[in-house]
């Protein structure tokens, strides 16, 4: 066991602050990587002020951060994949039981008894997990993913939770080129679906209730924008898409976007709103259409993912700050103050 700095938060209401944890001793499976940067995700924020309390209580102190890219500086005997000086990536899971359904399909974040990345019990250290706000971290090499050299590292972290979330459920619904597809919301999640399904050759339309996001949305790949409380631009549109990704996680009407599906159409949630939405029946029940979820990727698919934007050059806009200013990036995240994701340079923390 070695000791590593860190940040942390010791309470729902406190500040994340320096500090050292332990990491455990690479196994002759496990990978040691220091972190060059860790992207900060909205559920980082939910978990360190505790407000998933009813279905993840948070446990104290809590090292968040699942959105890692490093360098390879250890392995143990029985690796494979790494070596020292590779680069590398660790998303939203660190183990799984390897041994249920799930697992055997490479569906790694459909687990029952999956361990995250942080604020998970540590088989290893007792406790919970620490996440990316942290010099290194010790990683089982299933769970370790390669990353293109090609790419800025800083915009690679966010891919490895933003970014799978919006690519699997498009690479899942099937072959979108030429296809019409909308993305609900221009913030984190929806600037990468996008991306994606521009690089697969989709027709790209971006749903948003800000006008001044217009602009972006074209720069980012979309081929038009509608402003979705202009009733005339909705109805305009209105049963021509093949799918869409509703990347929302206020509250909102879906059955407005429901009906801008065509025939056997689909709309996929990523985000989560608090509250549950009320689907019409009617909406599905006349075009054969359907509503699903989707949540990260599995391990292969992830890579999958990495390997493909490496291809088309794709990552995530990022802002990139020092860890300390995590706590007002916390803020202005509240305020979706960002375009679109925040990546802390963990070499600042070598000043702590």
């Known amino acids: 066991m070695f000791n590593v700095k860190a940040y942390s938060a010791a309470g729902a209401t406190s500040p994340l602050a320096s500090t050292t944890i332990p990491r455990r001793d690479a196994t002759e499976h496990d990978v040691q990587i220091e972190i060059l940067f860790c992207g900060i995700c909205h559920s980082d924020l939910h978990t360190v002020r505790n407000e998933w309390s009813s279905i993840m209580p948070t446990v104290y102190p809590c090292v968040p951060g699942h959105e890692i890219v490093g360098r390879v500086t250890k392995v143990g005997s029985a690796v494979t994949k790494f070596k020292p000086g590779d680069l590398a990536g660790v998303g939203c899971l660190v183990d799984s039981d390897h041994t249920c359904p799930n697992c055997r399909d490479g569906l790694e974040q459909l687990c029952p008894n999956q361990t995250l990345t942080f604020n998970s019990p540590d088989k290893h250290l007792g406790g919970v997990t620490y996440g990316g706000y942290s010099e290194s971290i010790v990683v089982d090499e299933h769970f370790v993913l390669r990353v293109p050299s090609n790419l800025n590292l800083a915009g690679v972290a966010p891919l490895l939770c933003a970014g799978i979330t919006t690519y699997s459920p498009i690479r899942r619904w099937g072959d979108i080129k030429g296809k019409k597809v909308g993305v609900v919301g221009l913030g984190g999640l929806g600037h990468m679906g996008v991306k994606f399904a521009q690089a697969f050759g989709a027709h790209v339309v971006v749903f948003t209730t800000s006008a001044h996001k217009k602009e972006d949305a074209l720069r980012l790949g979309a081929h038009e924008v509608i402003i979705s409380t202009n009733t005339e631009e909705m109805q305009k549109h209105a049963g021509t898409f093949d799918f869409i990704l509703d990347t929302i996680a206020a509250d909102h009407d879906i059955n407005a976007y429901i009906n801008m599906l065509g025939r056997d159409g689909n709309i996929t949630l990523v985000g989560a709103p608090e509250k549950p939405l009320a689907v019409s029946a ?31 050059n794709i990552t995530a806009d990022v802002e990139v700050i020092p860890i300390q200013k995590v706590n007002e990036a916390y803020e202005r995240l509240v305020k979706s103050d960002v375009k679109y994701r925040f990546s802390i340079d963990m070499a600042s923390l070598k000043s702590e």
């Open 282 to 312: 009617f909406a599905l029940l006349f075009g054969r259409r359907s509503l699903s979820g989707s949540i990260i990727g599995g391990i292969a698919e992830t890579q999958e993912m990495l390997d493909f934007c490496g291809t088309h």
